[in-house]
């Protein structure tokens, strides 16, 4: 049974920081790429930050400079570092889990991230 868990959101007033972490495990494949995404009411979800296996990163254009996504392979953990906070920030993140030799993307339950002051 594979298993995708967040933690780190919370209430943050703009222009903090706060760091996201997710930790995938269950399955018998190794991880390919790992994302964050986020998403707020009567929204789609949304594209955040994405790294490979091999630790190419991609980014919305919106949190260019300001987000850094990195992973811990030997732990199947990926975790999203966010600085300089924004309102717009505000939102329900969401962790995507994909592996090798499987075709299904495995998400996490999500966490709340809120930046008000």
């Known amino acids: 049974q594979v298993q995708v868990v967040e933690s780190g959101g919370g209430l943050v007033q703009p222009g903090g920081s706060l760091r996201l972490s997710c930790a995938a495990s269950?399955?018998?494949?190794?991880?390919?790429?790992m994302g964050w995404y986020r998403q707020t009411p009567g929204n789609q979800r949304e594209l955040v930050a994405v790294?490979?296996?091999?630790?190419?990163?991609n980014y919305a254009d919106a949190v260019k400079g300001r987000f850094t996504i990195s992973r811990a392979n030997a732990k199947n953990t990926v975790y999203l570092q966010m600085n300089s906070l924004k309102s717009e920030d505000t939102a329900v993140y969401y962790c995507?889990?994909?592996?090798?030799?499987?075709?299904?993307?495995?998400w996490g339950q999500g966490t709340q991230v809120t930046v008000s002051s």
């Open positions: 995507k889990a994909d592996f090798f030799r499987s075709t299904r993307s495995y």
């Open positions: 269950g399955s018998i494949f190794s991880l390919n790429t």
């Open positions: 790294v490979t296996s091999r630790g190419t990163t």
